[in-house]
């Protein structure tokens, strides 16, 4: 007869240090009262554009700053610095996400205090950065009108984790026939209720909508601290 | 490939709660939710990769599948999901975000040796 294996009861969520370390990076951002959004999308969806405009735009009237992922090169801090507004590169190397701690290593040496809106650019991917929280206020997913209809369907998880979906690239949409309703329907079976915006940083088509989302977020969250 | 991160988490954590409690681990309890974002098989070849050189190395990932469940406020239940595209009811057809089960990434048990 083979012996039965003891067991022993363990109640451990295995991302608990991410998540610790997200809490207290959460706390950190409610005291500075910095509005902390974690973009994502996968590559190539316009991720870049949109937040160099958006740095663009708000840096005459909030102090901005980004930290953006990459597996490699700095290409996006550097065209993100031209809008003027403090950028750091965060090259993961092979990782294909952001970590919590990844973001604490970089945060170094900036004051919190003099950051209105702290924007996270993660890692072009739809799949690895659901899992990790970063202690944003917001998790954007982004999605250009030029990756199908379909995408939200292929990318479940992540839109679970999402407040607002983006969509990107809006000026392409008739002449890559987007659907916007098919669009719409996909979203909201994943995510009921999800904001949806839809925007082109080239164009500038909803960037004023966008803008406006963000002040209000920030305008709450100071008035909860 | 983010599995063999969370991988290298799993290990970590389980040697930590074994060491606390003074016990060899034989095999590693997972609850894995629909909604985790973790590909069961890559996980387990993540696992294999991470524990080597480590107390764990030969030690097995047991893991169990939690699929989705949304509470249905038409139907006052709740309800399984056959897959995580679709948050509607199968019963009634409402959408309901509110999520019951399918997010678990969590050790449950440790099977040690005596």
Redesign the interface.
């Given at each position: 007869m083979t012996?039965t294996?003891?067991?022993?009861?363990?109640?451990?969520?295995?991302?608990?240090?991410?998540d610790l370390l997200a809490r207290s990076l959460r706390e950190r951002f409610a005291q500075s009262r910095t509005l902390v959004l974690n973009l994502v999308s996968s590559p190539g969806s316009g991720k870049t554009t949109l937040l160099r405009q958006t740095l663009l735009e708000l840096s005459p009237r909030y102090r901005v700053a980004a930290l953006v992922g990459d597996l490699a090169t700095d290409n996006d801090a550097r065209r993100l610095a031209e809008s003027g507004a403090p950028v750091r590169q965060i090259e993961t190397k092979t990782?294909?996400?952001l970590?919590a701690r990844m973001i604490e290593e970089h945060l170094e040496g900036w004051d919190l205090r003099q950051i209105d809106l702290l924007f996270i650019e993660n890692v072009g991917n739809l799949?690895?950065p659901?899992?990790w929280d970063l202690g944003e206020d917001l998790r954007v997913a982004l999605f250009s009108t030029t990756e199908g209809e379909d995408k939200p369907?292929k990318y479940?998880?992540?839109i679970?984790t999402a407040d607002i979906a983006l969509i990107t690239k809006i000026d392409l949409a008739e002449a890559v026939e987007f659907d916007h309703e098919a669009m719409y329907r996909n979203l909201?079976?994943?995510?009921?209720?999800i904001e949806i915006l839809e925007v082109s940083g080239k164009r500038g088509t909803g960037m004023a909508a966008w803008l406006e989302r963000l002040e209000g977020a920030l305008k709450a969250k100071r008035s909860q601290h | 490939?983010?599995e063999l991160?969370?991988a290298t988490?799993?290990v970590?954590?389980?040697q930590?709660?074994a060491t606390a409690?003074g016990?060899e681990v034989?095999?590693v309890?997972?609850r894995l939710g629909a909604?985790?974002?973790?590909v069961v098989d890559s996980l387990l070849f993540g696992f294999e990769i991470a524990s080597q050189g480590t107390p764990l190395e030969g030690t097995r990932l047991l893991i169990e599948e939690v699929p989705l469940t949304i509470y249905c406020p038409t139907c006052e239940a709740e309800v399984e999901l056959a897959g995580?595209?679709?948050?509607?009811c199968p019963r009634c057809g409402e959408?309901?975000?509110e999520?019951r089960r399918g997010k678990e990434?969590?050790?449950?048990?440790?099977?040690?040796?005596?």
């Open positions: 012996k294996p003891r067991i022993l009861e363990v109640r451990a969520n295995v991302l608990k240090d991410n990782l294909c996400h970590e799949v690895c659901s899992s369907l479940p998880t992540l679970n909201r079976e994943i995510r009921p209720g | 490939m983010h991160s969370i988490h799993i970590a954590v389980a930590e709660e409690r016990v034989e095999a309890h997972l909604l985790s974002g973790v995580i595209q679709s948050l509607r959408l309901s975000g999520i990434l969590e050790i449950v048990a440790l099977e040690v040796k005596d």
